[in-house]
């Protein structure tokens, strides 16, 4: 799993900061329109720390941008840049992986 914090208008032209979960095991029927995953899943597991970490307004999940294998929450306008890293990197530190940062999970990267 990746977990990566995305700077604001990456995604769309709109957007705040965003957090994503990429490369997760989603079953192979999964589908936004349908997106229920058992409560062990990494997908639940993932929307599950985004939402438990004390950051208020708990950031939004973003239904239009799900696919299998991503997850993507956008931050509050009012969160501070400091709580939203704050927020990003302790998210990442509980699936013991290195929080991203930068970079789109819609585009291919062949960097090493």
Request: proline share 6%; aromatic share 8%; glycine share 6%.
């Amino acid at each position: 799993m990746i977990v990566r914090l995305i700077e604001p208008c990456t995604l769309t032209a709109t957007n705040n900061w965003m957090i994503t979960a990429e490369g997760l095991n989603d079953p192979a029927d999964w589908s936004r329109f349908h997106p229920f995953c058992s409560g062990d899943s990494e997908r639940s597991r993932f929307e599950q720390a985004v939402r438990e970490q004390s950051l208020r307004p708990a950031p939004c999940l973003c239904k239009s941008l799900l696919k299998p294998g991503l997850s993507i929450f956008e931050y509050g306008w009012d969160a501070s840049d400091d709580s939203i890293l704050e927020h990003a990197i302790a998210v990442a530190d509980r699936f013991q992986v290195d929080l991203t940062v930068g970079g789109n999970p819609f585009r291919v990267s062949n960097a090493a």
